[in-house]
């Protein structure tokens, strides 16, 4: 018996394992969460599992030699009360049915059942051990041992019963206990496996990812595709890799690339069906793939769509030949590659957009004039025509060069030295109306005056220390500006020693809140928006004050001479 047994053991877990193989039983395991249809799937798979463990032991005494308690406890233990309570009522059933009136079919049914709802049971108060084989060997053995026990309670006459669990009982207790940790040791090495094939592909996806995303910046265009095959080609070690827009070969590197050739027409048939219904697909064979060249090596191919929103832009294609086949693990790398760079596209539509609506605002802030100060301005130099003409001459054309700069909306960057000849205006028409109450100190780096920056980035804070902070004292103050080159970086520094600012006017400038007077003007909260939107939130403004005691506004910028250069780090 234990030797017939053992033969048949052996086909079962072949069996078990074919199973394990084609089923998707990774995503279906402990602590998985699942739809009925998965549910219903492990019990078909289990139950029938279990019932052919009926069939593998000889007849005796009008009963079964059997392993379905292998089975049954299996299914328990991987798939939770359940699916352990259904496959052991199936199989249960089952054995029942096929010997109704038998003198041991109640027990055997019985047993079964209970086998596979403890086992559930356990899994589901201990997850975290319902895939550990002494786990499995235990309620294996326990429960054939409990099955013999059923046996001998329920099955009459007695003295048959006896004799049966003699001939069977050790040989079932051994090798169902065997059996289930085999089965559940198998099951938890292919989950293993599974998931380290997982973790490989998601490694070489953001590999990828992480390789073309610098080319995919700009959007998708015949360098940055070729880019991005030959990084996808040397990654996956395929024969080719292709990307194509609706109708045109953007890239194609690889096998066949002499007759599959950037800026041609699109020239195979699966491709031209997956950009218009937008479904992947892995095609194999020549007739296939549609490629008019019969000499063509490329034998199987993996189509999938780019996206972007409901748009289909074209296609990423992997090719396979006689030599380097391809497979179902390639063709979901491809679905995640496809995925990842239609969200890469659309975040950098977003990103352009949004730098598009911020370089809108700042032309918007530019083109702003304080009607105060104009008016104000122009009723000091109409003062001095009378009494001082050709001070009167130098003041219209300090505001005419003052006006000219903040309507020049036209450039991205100015030199320093332009901004600091745009402050030096400023000033002079201000200290023309209020006099000795505004000193101005200016100490410019020279290595500094070449280097770009935004315009009327300096200004309005230079704007803010006199109209806030020195013109709030009755004697005045002074304005200090300085410049310098720091660790390839230009530091501007503005000070004043006015009236300073409480805490509350501090934050507001840092967190966005306007706060210049009458909400009116370019101030410093302005000024602080435009450097986290062009350099990032580690260039913003450092503000050092308190009320009484004057302020100090700190800031630097990437130091840069070439304005290519500068657009791109602003970008």
Same mark, same amino acid.
């Given at each position: ?37 998965? !549910? ?7 139950? #029938?599992?279990?019932? #052919? ?33 259904? =496959? ?123 390789? =073309?995303?610098?080319? &995919? ?18 990654? =996956? ?11 045109? +070969? ?20 699966? !491709?031209?069906? +997956?950009? !218009? ?35 289909? &832009? ?101 030199? &320093? ?38 315009? &009327? ?58 706060? !210049? ?39 630097? @910028? ?6 290519? @250069? ?6």
């Amino acid at each position: 018996m234990f030797i017939t047994l053992s033969e048949r053991f052996g086909l079962l877990l072949a069996g078990g394992f074919a199973i394990m193989t084609l089923a998707p039983l990774d995503k279906l395991g402990p602590g998985r969460t699942r739809s009925w249809r998965a !549910t219903a799937l492990l019990v078909v798979l289990f139950s #029938l599992f279990t019932i #052919l463990g009926t069939y593998n032991g000889n007849i005796v005494f009008q009963s079964f030699a059997n392993l379905r308690a292998m089975g049954a406890v299996t299914a328990g233990l991987f798939g939770g009360p359940m699916v352990g309570a259904l =496959t052991g009522l199936i199989a249960g059933g089952h054995r029942y049915f096929i010997d109704v009136g038998g003198f041991s079919a109640v027990p055997c049914g019985l047993a079964t059942f209970l086998e596979g709802l403890a086992a559930g049971l356990f899994a589901w108060r201990f997850p975290s051990r319902s895939l550990d084989w002494g786990t499995a060997m235990t309620f294996a053995a326990v429960g054939e041992a409990v099955h013999m026990c059923l046996v001998l309670g329920l099955a009459r006459p007695y003295a048959q019963a006896v004799d049966l669990v003699e001939v069977i009982g050790l040989p079932m207790i051994l090798l169902n206990g065997v059996g289930a940790a085999i089965f559940v040791q198998a099951l938890r090495m292919q989950m293993h496996f599974r998931d380290l094939r997982d973790s490989s592909q998601a490694r070489q996806i953001l590999s990828i990812a992480n390789r =073309t995303l610098p080319h &995919l910046r700009a959007g998708l265009s015949a360098a940055s595709a070729r880019a991005t095959a030959e990084i996808i080609l040397d990654e =996956t070690r395929v024969a080719a890799v292709a990307l194509t827009s609706n109708d045109m +070969v953007m890239a194609h590197v690889g096998a066949a690339s002499d007759h599959h050739r950037a800026g041609h027409s699109v020239c195979t048939q699966a !491709t031209r069906r +997956v950009a !218009t219904d937008g479904i992947p697909l892995f095609v194999t064979g020549h007739d296939e793939i549609g490629c008019q060249l019969e000499a063509c090596p490329l034998c199987s191919a993996i189509i999938v769509p780019l996206r972007k929103g409901d748009t289909i &832009l074209g296609c990423l294609k992997l090719y396979g030949t006689k030599d380097r086949p391809l497979d179902q693990t390639l063709f979901e790398l491809a679905k995640g590659l496809a995925d990842l760079f239609a969200t890469q596209i659309e975040l950098e539509d977003i990103g352009i957009k949004n730098q598009l609506l911020a370089r809108a605002e700042i032309r918007r802030l530019q083109a702003q004039i304080n009607p105060h100060f104009l008016f104000n301005s122009l009723n000091t130099v109409a003062s001095f025509c009378r009494t001082a003409p050709g001070q009167a001459r130098e003041l219209i054309l300090d505001l005419a060069r003052y006006m000219r700069r903040n309507l020049d909306t036209s450039r991205e960057a100015i030199h &320093l030295a332009e901004e600091v000849e745009q402050i030096r205006a400023y000033l002079v028409i201000e200290k023309a109306r209020f006099g000795e109450r505004i000193r101005a100190v200016i100490d410019i780096d020279p290595e500094t005056e070449h280097c770009l920056v935004p315009p &009327l980035l300096i200004q309005p804070l230079v704007e803010n220390s006199v109209r806030h902070g020195i013109l709030g004292n009755e004697e005045g103050g002074v304005v200090r500006l300085a410049t310098s080159m720091e660790d390839g970086h230009v530091v501007v520094v503005v000070e004043d020693d006015g009236a300073g600012m409480p805490e509350s006017t501090r934050q507001g400038i840092l967190n966005g809140t306007p706060v !210049t007077a009458h909400g009116e003007g370019i101030g410093a909260s302005n000024c602080n928006q435009r450097l986290v939107q062009l350099y990032g939130p580690a260039y913003a403004l450092s503000i050092d004050s308190a009320p009484g005691m004057g302020t100090r506004i700190t800031f630097r @910028v990437p130091a840069s001479t070439d304005a290519e @250069v500068f657009a791109s780090a602003a970008a």
